[in-house]
């Protein structure tokens, strides 16, 4: 079986900078795990496959190199991405996935896709688990819960940029993951995203958490349109914007790779 593959750098107007995602179009599902081989093969944060159900309408679903995924924002970046491309006519599609329901993408202006998500916010908690604690070199003082991760909300910009984890800490925190942020100077907050059970060490840039981190930074700054930085090695830059019940989480994305696959 031959299949078209794409590789995308998304969160980004640069190539080798952003996160890294690959994109199939399928007629139909192949079998679970073959979508897991290909995943693991490809070996980046994330696999989209992507089926056509309707007009401009798709199922969309996500593995990493590990497992499959019930949310991830910059892979459907990468394959909206792809199928505006493909199709300069459209400016909307719908995608729509198990765990997270209709997600609506469209264009917008200067190469940015939008896409319209669940609001994630976290909430307080009142035990900091030991796990946690020990997996971070510079301590928590406040942590949320959201249903994806631990938010770890540090006071300082450089707290962000120097922390270090202890990955075999972090897995024990399965199936949940842990971002760390604080306000910054240049954007409104920034953050890193660490998920060794799930993923890899540190996600490049994570759509999906930011359903969460917007809201968040929203209520402590007053303000509903935001502009992040997820400060990995390879860096991203998000814009958010803060609804009622949604987070319209805004990115760029450039094409690194057209090819095809055999399996």
Known sequence: MRLKIHHIDAFTETLFTGNYAAVIITEEWLPDQLMQSI????????????????????????????????????????????LFNQDRSIDELLFSAKAVGHLKVR???????????????????????????????????????SQQAYFVIYPHEKDVLAVRVVRDELMKLAPLDVVVTAQAKKYDFI?????????????????????????????????????????????????????????????????????????
């Open 107 to 145: 264009r917008a202006a200067e190469g940015y896709i939008e896409m319209t998500f669940p609001m994630r916010k976290p909430e307080p908690i009142t035990h900091i688990p030991r796990e946690l604690t020990k997996g971070l070199s510079i301590p928590p003082t406040e942590v949320l819960l």
């Open 191 to 263: 953050s890193r995203y660490f998920w060794p059970a799930n993923g890899s060490d540190e996600d490049p840039v994570t759509g999906s958490i930011h359903a969460g981190l917007a809201p968040l930074w929203a209520q402590k700054l007053g303000k509903k349109r935001l502009t992040a930085y997820q400060a990995s090695q390879r860096g991203g830059i998000l814009r958010c914007m803060v609804l009622d019940s949604q987070v319209i989480i805004s990115g760029q994305a450039v094409q690194y790779l057209e090819g095809y696959i055999d399996v």
């Open 39 to 82: 995943a693991t093969e490809n070996n980046l944060s994330e696999t989209a496959f992507a089926r056509r159900c309707g007009s401009n309408s798709y199922e969309i679903r996500w593995f990493s190199p590990l497992t499959e995924i019930d949310f991830c924002g910059h892979a459907t970046l990468a394959a909206a991405f792809v």
